[in-house]
């Protein structure tokens, strides 16, 4: 039996997961205080660790069944529940997804079940005079949640909002990405859906700002001006700083969310030569309500 222990990060979200090895399969003790650790903190901290994609896997659907990402030409060779995140080139050809969410969001909330949760890798970091490039940083949209006033809350109950990943690419586009495109094929896969923009979460029943800068295009029944203004302002309010964890990566880091109650963003400060490279699995979720 592993001893796990947890180190909660100060603010609120976030935990540092010590005296464990992923490698190894989890006993039923130690991976009840894991599960009970992430739906507590949204987001889990692994240093140090040394994972075969096999081994990554494996870990990862003991939290449940693992999806395949719509963006197939990025995903692992030998194991499509593994999505690459690289910046790297090899044969003339992108390995990964190079863009490494660019503004804010929550992973497949396009999606009419988005994902519950990811798990990501560190394998090479980007660095340039001794400090790691290419940081993390999550948000707390329940801590956000809870910080509105009385009327705002009021206000956002019952309204839904459209989420669509056409909507990232085309964001993309606009601010100078000429290759970011997705095939009809893809767009067909991920036609665009509705969600509440105020989400419980089914297993603590804690509510959220489910609304993203990278993936949620409009509120639905507002006139465009008022929901723009009113998207702006929600986008702006859950990634405060007082929300917020940021993340220096190291190789060997493992880094587990919640995509339910929280929001990332990976900051773009390397280019190539500099290189990066993760192995991001994600888990299936619920249709948020």
């Not at 090479?124 to 910080?147: H, K, V």
Request: with cysteine; net charge negative; charged share 25%.
């Amino acid at each position: 039996m592993m001893s796990i222990q947890v180190e909660p990060f100060d603010g609120p979200i976030g935990a540092a997961i010590t005296s464990v090895d992923l490698s190894r399969d989890l006993d039923a003790a130690s991976f009840a205080a894991l599960e009970d650790a992430w739906n507590t903190y949204s987001v889990l901290v692994f240093r140090e660790q040394t994972l075969t994609p096999e081994q990554l896997v494996r870990f990862s659907r003991r939290f449940g069944p693992l999806e395949i990402h719509v963006l197939d030409q990025y995903l692992h060779p030998a194991h499509p529940e593994i999505l690459v995140v690289s910046n790297v080139i090899e044969n003339g050809r992108q390995i990964g997804v190079a863009d490494a969410g660019r503004y804010w969001h929550s992973d497949l909330s396009y999606m009419l079940e988005p994902s519950r949760g990811s798990i990501l890798y560190a394998l090479e970091i980007p660095a340039a005079g001794g400090r790691a490039l290419g940081d993390t940083l999550w948000a707390s949209a329940a801590a956000a949640y809870e910080a509105l006033d009385e009327p705002t809350r009021r206000r956002l109950d019952g309204l839904e909002a459209a989420f669509s990943l056409s909507h990232r690419f085309e964001k993309l586009v606009k601010d100078g990405d000429e290759n970011a495109a997705m095939t009809d094929r893809q767009k067909e896969k991920v036609p665009e859906v509705v969600h509440p923009v105020v989400r419980t979460h089914p297993v603590t029943g804690r509510k959220s700002i489910f609304v993203n800068e990278g993936h949620t295009a409009r509120i639905v029944g507002l006139p465009e001006e008022e929901s723009r203004s009113l998207l702006q302002r929600l986008w702006a309010h859950c990634t405060r700083p007082a929300f917020t964890y940021r993340h220096h990566w190291r190789p060997g880091d493992v880094v587990m969310w919640d995509n339910i109650p929280t929001q990332h963003i990976a900051i773009c400060d390397y280019a190539l030569p500099q290189r990066r490279l993760l192995h991001r699995t994600t888990l299936t979720g619920s249709r948020p309500y």
